[in-house]
């Protein structure tokens, strides 16, 4: 075969003598959409270059953490500044104080915070630590719903409320997932049943308030609700997975938007991550004073890590937090959000194609279907082709959406009208020519 003078397709190549699947990460491989993997050599903005000098506008942007645009200067600035005073120390700091400081502020349903290096972390740790302050072990999450690969969170639903899951990943021992009930997003019933047959052995339900890992799919305000008054009514933790939407959708994250929708409304525990680092290696978990109390080394919950608070890391992230705590930043990131996703819509309409569209601040899903889908399911009589052939006509146009149907996009700050209307005219062509 002659070698590929795309050095894309070369470096994934060697990649994949060497990393499985040539990615740290599954979806990076491009498995879902076929096709070679752009290496990105370097990232300014809203764009990357990838590794045959080819410029996309970027609409993925790390998965969410890029909210600013890649580069932005103050927030280079700082991590230059702090990697000149030391890489990491394992002892305290003065800047992981301050980036506690400014989670607590922002988001005030948390009187307490544990920093640690990635949303999977984060997760897993919030769990153990609803297990030791409730004593019990039942967790309760939602198909579609990704909150990291901890082995207790790879699993799908049983064959009924009254079994629990099954692990989704080989080398998860059935008796690890035992305690985890699956359920259908925005399934007021299931979880009425769920409760009634399991609410005193709850120690949690985690969810993701806005789901990012089924593309955009919003928790109804009647499902909210009765999430947060089944866990109140029987003593189980209301845990939101904000490691997507946390800063991404608002300020105050997806709890301060259903805040507004549900009078009085908090979460008991919040997990975050991506924008809190500001693309570099941090996650956090917090809750009430006595919940985060019965942590190491104050109680019984054991949780660490020899990287957890990164000199480096806060300082990423507290330059992004102030950047985006400026007055204006997430109504700015919103009307081009919106510009985007309304255009993207017409687009498809133009060509006698329906695409239905919903965003929250700078996070946004289509779907190649009729109507928003409330569940799973529904997101996944989605026509694999039909979103593969979309996908590669706007990657070979120079714009790079998620490589899979059930993955979320983000829009940054650096993101220009005129970038979202080269979008929306590269989506003219594309939807010329989409099958039917
Ligand atoms: P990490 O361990 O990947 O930092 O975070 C796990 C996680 C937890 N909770 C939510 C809501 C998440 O979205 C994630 C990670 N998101 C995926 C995107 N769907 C990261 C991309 C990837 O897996 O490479």
């Given at each position: 075969?002659?070698?590929?003078?795309?050095?894309?397709?070369?470096?994934?190549?060697?990649?994949?003598?060497?990393?499985?699947g040539?990615?740290?990460?599954?979806?990076?491989?491009?498995?879902?959409?076929?096709?070679?993997?752009?290496f990105?050599?370097?990232?300014q903005?809203?764009?990357?270059?990838?590794?045959?000098?080819?410029?996309?506008?970027?609409?993925?942007?790390?998965?969410?953490?890029?909210?600013?645009?890649?580069?932005?200067?103050?927030?280079?600035?700082?991590?230059?500044?702090?990697?000149?005073?030391?890489?990491?120390?394992?002892?305290?700091?003065?800047?992981?104080?301050?980036?506690?400081?400014?989670?607590?502020?922002?988001?005030?349903?948390?009187?307490?915070?544990?920093?640690?290096?990635?949303?999977?972390?984060?997760?897993?740790?919030?769990?153990?630590?609803?297990r030791?302050?409730?004593?019990?072990?039942?967790?309760?999450k939602?198909?579609?719903?990704?909150?990291?690969?901890?082995?207790?969170?790879?699993?799908?639903?049983?064959?009924?409320?009254?079994?629990?899951?099954?692990?989704?990943?080989a080398?998860?021992p059935?008796?690890v997932?035992?305690?985890?009930?699956?359920?259908?997003?925005?399934?007021?019933?299931?979880?009425?049943?769920?409760?009634?047959?399991?609410?005193?052995?709850?120690?949690?339900?985690?969810?993701?308030?806005?789901?990012?890992?089924?593309?955009?799919?919003?928790?109804?305000?009647?499902f909210?609700?009765?999430?947060?008054?089944?866990?109140?009514?029987?003593?189980?933790?209301?845990?939101?997975?904000?490691v997507?939407?946390?800063?991404?959708?608002?300020?105050?994250?997806?709890?301060?938007?259903?805040?507004?929708?549900?009078?009085?409304?908090?979460?008991?525990?919040?997990?975050?991550?991506?924008?809190?680092?500001?693309?570099?290696?941090?996650?956090?978990?917090?809750?009430?004073?006595?919940?985060?109390?019965?942590?190491?080394?104050?109680?019984?919950?054991?949780?660490?890590?020899?990287?957890?608070g990164?000199?480096?890391?806060?300082?990423?992230?507290?330059a992004?937090?102030?950047?985006?705590?400026?007055p204006?930043?997430?109504?700015?990131l919103?009307?081009?959000?919106?510009?985007?996703?309304?255009?993207?819509?017409?687009?498809?309409?133009?060509?006698?194609?329906?695409?239905?569209?919903?965003?929250?601040?700078?996070?946004?899903?289509?779907?190649?279907?009729?109507?928003?889908?409330?569940?799973?399911?529904?997101?996944?009589?989605?026509?694999?082709?039909?979103?593969?052939?979309?996908?590669?006509?706007?990657?070979?146009?120079?714009?790079?959406?998620?490589?899979?149907?059930?993955?979320?996009?983000?829009?940054?700050?650096?993101?220009?009208?005129?970038?979202?209307?080269?979008?929306?005219?590269?989506?003219?062509?594309?939807?010329?020519?989409?099958?039917?």
């Amino acid at each position: 075969m002659t070698p590929s003078t795309d050095r894309n397709q070369q470096l994934f190549e060697r990649a994949q003598s060497l990393i499985p699947g040539g990615v740290n990460s599954p979806v990076r491989a491009f498995k879902a959409v076929g096709g070679t993997p752009r290496f990105v050599q370097r990232a300014q903005g809203a764009y990357f270059w990838d590794a045959n000098g080819q410029r996309y506008t970027d609409y993925i942007g790390s998965w969410g953490p890029m909210i600013l645009g890649h580069g932005h200067p103050a927030v280079v600035e700082a991590v230059q500044k702090a990697a000149l005073d030391g890489f990491s120390f394992g002892a305290p700091t003065e800047r992981e104080v301050e980036l506690a400081e400014a989670i607590v502020r922002l988001v005030p349903s948390i009187d307490m915070v544990r920093l640690v290096s990635s949303g999977t972390e984060a997760a897993m740790s919030a769990i153990r630590l609803a297990r030791g302050a409730t004593g019990r072990s039942k967790l309760v999450k939602f198909e579609g719903c990704y909150h990291g690969h901890a082995d207790a969170l790879l699993v799908k639903a049983g064959s009924g409320l009254a079994t629990f899951g099954n692990p989704t990943s080989a080398g998860v021992p059935p008796e690890v997932v035992q305690h985890t009930l699956v359920l259908e997003y925005n399934n007021v019933a299931q979880l009425e049943e769920a409760f009634a047959l399991h609410g005193s052995d709850i120690a949690c339900l985690m969810i993701e308030p806005i789901c990012g890992n089924m593309n955009f799919v919003r928790a109804s305000v009647p499902f909210m609700t009765r999430c947060r008054e089944l866990c109140s009514q029987h003593g189980a933790l209301l845990a939101f997975d904000e490691v997507m939407t946390g800063f991404r959708v608002a300020l105050g994250g997806a709890q301060s938007v259903y805040a507004r929708l549900i009078p009085g409304f908090e979460p008991d525990m919040t997990v975050m991550g991506k924008v809190i680092g500001g693309g570099m290696p941090l996650a956090a978990f917090g809750a009430k004073r006595e919940v985060m109390r019965q942590l190491a080394p104050l109680g019984g919950v054991y949780q660490a890590g020899t990287l957890s608070g990164n000199p480096v890391a806060t300082a990423c992230g507290l330059a992004t937090l102030h950047e985006v705590s400026k007055p204006g930043f997430y109504e700015a990131l919103a009307v081009r959000t919106r510009q985007l996703v309304d255009g993207l819509s017409a687009a498809a309409a133009a060509h006698g194609h329906t695409l239905t569209v919903d965003s929250e601040g700078g996070m946004f899903g289509f779907f190649l279907l009729d109507q928003l889908p409330q569940n799973y399911a529904t997101v996944m009589t989605t026509s694999g082709p039909r979103f593969n052939h979309f996908f590669h006509g706007m990657l070979a146009r120079g714009v790079y959406f998620a490589p899979a149907l059930y993955e979320a996009g983000f829009v940054s700050a650096a993101h220009t009208e005129a970038d979202v209307a080269e979008t929306v005219a590269a989506a003219h062509e594309v939807f010329s020519s989409l099958p039917g």
